[in-house]
């Protein structure tokens, strides 16, 4: 890695410690000058050009080029902060970043939703991917949660199950889920953002998408047949209330802030109205997508 990109990382892990900014930049950036393969005071604006049409030549979506456009501008910001002999920065906005057309969410089908998990036996797994399905929870905030941010009442479902098996071995302030070890996948109030957690952050696609119970060659998707990641759970949940009649504004509340902050939007909704709404709501899509195992 070349030293200023190991500068700007070591810059974005101290003002940011809990975030994965530093590790995305860090990769977009290495993949950047080991294709231009010149020194980063070197880059035109036309070499911004066209590392723009080779990525969409790759195939790559426009979330995908317009975040490596981020880190190449913020990496020259940086720069000109630091060092006096930094040149102009190369990206310009109004003529780089590319303009995503409108999307509509990607949810899964309920009977593909089924057959995902009549594969997922794993209690922990099952858990894991539940608290995705049914409060919308993205991979980061199920990393991250904590015992105190659990309301087990009543205490029935997959997640009480897991609890059950697991107890023992959890702490009333340590993360709620477990490597296979027994040991705790991160540590619940860590200060500094390592390569660790952007492993355990992996793990969660992994369980899902490249191994499974079947071994090693086998995965949920692949004895599904399908073709799931773990945010388009989150996408399904929005569908689920929708269809169950729950007004936007409770909708809006319990999916949250756009930054990753804490499950307490989700979890413990100060709201009461939104609180209503959302068990109301559970209680028609269980019964309508049984999913839950008992403890």
Known sequence: ??????????????????????????????????WIGKP??????????????????E????????????????????????????????VIPKRHFIRPGERLPR??????????????????????FLLMLRCGLRVGEVRNLSMPDLYLEPASGSLAAYLAARQGQLSTRG????????????MARAKTQSPRRSRIRQSFWKAIERH????????????????????????????????????VTSIQRLFG???????????HISDAQAQEDYLAAMNEIMRNLPLEVKP
């Open 1 to 34: 890695m070349l030293p200023e990109i190991e500068s700007f990382v070591s810059w974005l892990r101290r003002k940011s410690p809990q975030s994965s900014t530093a590790v995305h930049y860090g990769s977009d950036l290495k993949l950047f000058f080991a």
């Open 40 to 57: 980063c005071l070197d880059v035109k604006v036309q070499d911004i050009d066209a590392y723009i049409e080779h990525c969409q030549k």
């Open 59 to 90: 195939g790559h979506a426009i979330g995908t080029v317009n975040r490596r456009l981020c880190a190449l501008r913020s990496f020259y910001q940086f720069l000109y902060l630091h060092d006096e002999h930094a040149i102009g920065n190369p």
């Open 107 to 128: 949810d899964v089908e309920d009977k593909n939703i089924k057959a995902l998990f009549e594969g997922i036996t794993n209690v922990r797994d099952r858990a894991m």
């Open 175 to 186: 993360l709620s889920f477990l490597a296979a070890s027994g040991r705790f996948e991160v």
């Open 212 to 247: 499974g119970n079947s071994g090693p060659a086998g995965s949920y998707c692949h004895q599904a047949g399908l073709w799931v990641t773990c945010h388009q759970f989150r996408h399904t949940f929005g569908r689920h209330l929708t269809e169950a009649r729950v007004p």
């Open 257 to 267: 802030h756009a930054r990753l902050k804490s499950t307490e939007v989700y979890l």
